[in-house]
């Protein structure tokens, strides 16, 4: 039967990726990308993934496997003929380690979230998906860590933690579909990074397998262990490359007691950086996100979802949200903060949403213009670190450029991280107003040695962009990490590295 | 002249070193230890390093070279006849071009504050001090981050932020000698790990010299940087034996507005975890250090130093401090808990200290303990990671065991990290004390899944005992990555890796 189905899929192309065409980019449209040195999948691999994972874990119908292929901005399209899904770490070790040997590549995929197209194939790379490793293993909480396959979605972490009073250290838009472990391997940041720090923090413990289906045990619960190198950084940020995350263990902070939520208008950027600047000396230690939204961005979100802004129009917009064990208290510090910036003028106007539901609604606001943006049809998605002081005139300087070739061209994200999301719209993929953007873009972020991409990571788009943002003693050192972790180069090919 | 010193040096012992005789081991004393194949130092090597780095700074003579032979606990003793003192980068960066070329082992130190051997060479390795490389480059007060080079001192680094409304991050009884390049290079914890995380977060770029002289500029200022593998991570707590770190970029905190420091003596360890418990919960984001005393501790500390203790005798002390940024909502917070403690019968006495003079007088009993150690002779030092369910058994379980054959057996630590710092004393070193330790305490540490150098390092005295908190494949990966990046095995030999 398996060998049938292979045959279909070889000779005929799935009709329904035609939806996607006009805004996908195939390996075809990348003139100078070439397939790898690798295993053509044959019937009796197939065979093999199915002895080892049962029969519903393999998928090969062209139906099935679609969702694969195709990332959630659809800017990029895969062609898997396979999917593979696991349920323990010891199936993915066997799998690796038969794909090693065969020369198989291998697409690691966690919740298909990621931005750069990082988490679909390529080529015909197969792909292993996380979404059965679904398990919770333990909460512990004298310690306050929990340890759990990578396959867990965020948001039923966070849900299962907030029994127990606490939560997840990050969050972000993507979290009732991306997986911890994508989170891991990516890095994720976030909307709370400015108050919990980064998963290289607060991650704890890692279980992967490695690409010869060796299992790496770095599990550890320990808040502390200082025995010999780290090696569970590495797989932060790697994104599938060094090897598949099968469980992470996370330190947790305590669910907050109370959380406010002060929305505001402002008339101009600096005023923006103030409010930043001054919320951060203020409201210090309850201080848990500080984000901000351009004018043409909210016009975006509140148009092509249909969403209201409880504040009239404004040049630019900011959430600040407080997390504290007291209400009193951290109700006292806000009011005081906010009373402040009104009575300087450098707030125009401003909401405070105690109610959950009420917080809600306004985070909606923010969460889901990554989701708005794409209403437009192709979006240029870009996402870099930059010092304050030349924050916003990124986002001014690509308007101007782009000029009337593109619908729009929206700054928003998190300044409290130096953090900004940068996106231009247009009906369908241009290469003229690509060719406008980068390299350009890139080389005025290096300028300022900005990141070129802050939380995203490099994935497949960005990573022949890395020489702004590294050295290339630095990409050397990366390429012998990865030639001595993965010596087939079978996880995750044409991903994070640069081709040359 | 240079020639006549060295022969002077290889022909005479230098005579202060018997001083710490009767405790410090040498290379000697270690049956199995063999030194590497390194070059023998020659003349015209010190000739090269005096072009390199000006007279004045490449030691020779006995009586300089002793204090960077000798380990601060006086446990280990170096037979370096040549110490080197450079002040930038580019000088570091020929140094290990050259000695990699001539094979020639070098052992980089910081404030030699180490308490695993790791900072001090074991056989003749050539010191590269960093004490020159004092310099504070950059305060960026729009991001809150600091650039310094390496060997500026902990406590300098933080009187000159001070200045700015910032803090570093990390503090510990050691920061009037130790570097902030050690304090990364060990991945140092300390007394507020547990409010601002640990060095895996916070610090946000490394400079670092390769093996071969290559200098790796991964010194970026960004909160937020997914480009490529996080490379700076693998230098943190590596202990020299990758790179040596030569400047350092930290996110730092507001300095807070309010400091209150609780002072408590407790029955019994149950309390000091319900305590620890209890205010994580209730002090929630102003919980800044939560650590502990034994009894035998407090005798040590109080009598070996003369300090006094302004609480009368009891079998638990603990110091609890907030750190916010409204005196009001913080002793409101920290009064309520402390009311509530008392009333329920947790905490049996307690003081709290508002006043910096008289905060820095409870934190010595904290702070000063390993000196007071000291005074009794031999210390016998472990630094462990423990679930809070086992944690102080590891205490009573090893004074039985020692028995009247030690002078002491304590505990102390940062019971808010699960870290307990497990002391014993003896007048002079014994083997057989010594025996009835090791291997005894890290299996019983591994049995509970522990960490067996929660923050201390492996250095050279733990390093063949990784095997009790790693699995062999993950120290077979550490020893593939060290390969890869020293291929020569000259920085810091004999240190962090084991033998086998």
Chains 1, 2 share one sequence.
Request: net charge neutral; aromatic share 6%.
């Amino acid at each position: 039967m398996q060998r049938n189905i292979l045959k279909r899929l070889l000779s005929s192309p799935c009709p329904r990726l035609q939806r996607y065409k006009s805004v996908s980019l195939t390996c075809e449209q990348y003139p100078n990308l070439k397939r790898g040195d690798f295993a053509q999948l044959e019937d009796s691999d197939v065979q093999t993934f199915t002895s080892i994972l049962g029969p519903g874990n393999v998928l090969t119908l062209a139906d099935d496997v679609e969702g694969y292929n195709t990332d959630w901005l659809r800017t990029v399209r895969g062609q898997t003929r396979c999917v593979l899904k696991p349920k323990d770490t010891e199936q993915i070790s066997e799998i690796l380690s038969f794909c090693n040997k065969r020369r198989i590549a291998v697409c690691p995929q966690g919740g298909n979230t990621g931005l750069v197209g990082g988490s679909v194939p390529v080529f015909d790379e197969v792909v292993l998906s996380t979404s059965q490793m679904n398990k919770i293993l333990n909460i512990d909480l004298d310690s306050s860590t929990v340890v759990a396959q990578s396959g867990v979605v965020l948001e039923a972490l966070d849900t299962e933690l907030s029994q127990h009073g606490l939560m997840v250290p990050i969050d972000l838009g993507a979290k009732g579909s991306c997986h911890i472990g994508g989170n891991v391997a990516t890095n994720a940041g976030g909307l709370r990074l400015l108050r919990y720090g980064s998963l290289h923090g607060s991650v704890l413990g890692i279980e992967a397998v490695m690409a010869n289906g060796q299992v790496l045990d770095c599990l550890n619960t320990l808040k502390k262990d200082n025995t010999g190198y780290d090696l569970k950084q590495l797989f932060i940020g790697s994104e599938g490359t060094l090897g598949v995350i099968t469980k992470v263990a996370l330190a947790l902070p305590p669910r907050p007691k109370s959380i406010n939520l002060a929305y505001l208008s402002l008339k101009s950027f600096a005023d923006v950086a103030t409010v930043f600047r001054r919320s951060r000396a203020d409201l210090g230690e309850i201080l848990s996100s500080c984000e901000f939204i351009d004018k043409e961005c909210m016009k975006c979100v509140t148009e092509n979802l249909n969403l209201s802004n409880p504040l009239g129009h404004s040049e630019f917009y900011m959430l600040i949200e407080t997390s504290g064990s007291n209400p009193t208290h951290d109700e006292e510090k806000l009011n005081i903060f906010l009373e402040n910036m009104l009575a300087e003028e450098i707030v125009s106007d401003g909401t405070v949403a105690t109610a959950p539901s009420k917080q809600r609604e306004i985070w909606q606001l923010r969460e889901r213009i990554a989701e708005s943006l794409l209403v437009d049809g192709y979006c240029y998605k870009y996402d870099i670190s930059l010092p304050l002081s030349v924050f916003y005139q990124a986002v001014l300087d690509m308007r101007q450029r782009v000029g009337g070739k593109a619908t729009r061209c929206v700054g928003y994200g998190h300044i409290g991280d130096g953090n900004l999301h940068l996106n231009v719209t247009t009906p369908r993929y241009s290469q003229e107003v690509m060719d406008l953007i980068e390299p350009f873009l890139y080389e005025w972020t290096s300028k300022y040695r900005g990141s070129i991409s802050a939380e995203h990571g490099l994935g497949f788009k960005k990573r022949n962009f890395i020489g702004f943002s590294k050295s290339a003693a630095a990409v050397m050192l990366m390429k012998k990490i990865k030639q001595e972790m993965d010596p087939n180069g079978i996880l995750n090919p044409y991903k994070v590295l640069p081709d040359l």
